[in-house]
């Protein structure tokens, strides 16, 4: 019933910015926990970035913290994040994902996955 859908990865250089979108179908968007987690080839999945359902709330990664910044719109059952600054090591498959415990970062277990978007940085 529920499905995750996201767009706005791509190729961009270092220094540079691009933001993803996650749209999610089904279910009851705005009380699920939302947030972003990436994976890198030969990595384990880290997680980046998470927001309560009343965007009160945010979470993120150390290695993002001053670089990205996650939102919500629940009117529009959208989550965002807004990537600046990206360097190389940000180059990873980026996942939204929908309903889990935020302060759990990496070790937590959504429910619902997006399908993945690429987002590559050149050096």
């Known amino acids: 019933q529920v499905q995750l859908v996201e767009s706005g990865g791509g190729l961009v250089q270092a220094g540079g910015s691009l933001r993803l979108s996650c749209v999610v179908f089904?279910?009851?968007?705005?009380?699920?926990?939302m947030g972003w987690f990436r994976q890198a080839p030969g990595k384990e999945r880290e997680f980046v970035a998470a927001?309560?359902?009343?965007?009160?709330?945010?979470y993120y990664t150390d290695s993002v913290k001053g670089r990205f910044t996650i939102s919500r719109d629940n009117a529009k059952n959208t989550v965002y994040l807004q990537m600046n600054s990206l360097k190389p090591e940000d180059t990873a498959v980026y996942y939204c994902?929908?309903?889990?415990?935020?302060?759990?970062?990496?070790?937590?277990?959504?429910?619902?996955w997006g399908q993945g978007t690429q987002v590559s940085v050149s050096a």
């Open positions: 927001i309560n359902w009343s965007a009160s709330t945010t």
């Open positions: 089904g279910g009851t968007f705005s009380r699920y926990p």
């Open positions: 994902a929908a309903d889990f415990i935020p302060d759990q970062g990496t070790d937590a277990n959504p429910m619902y």
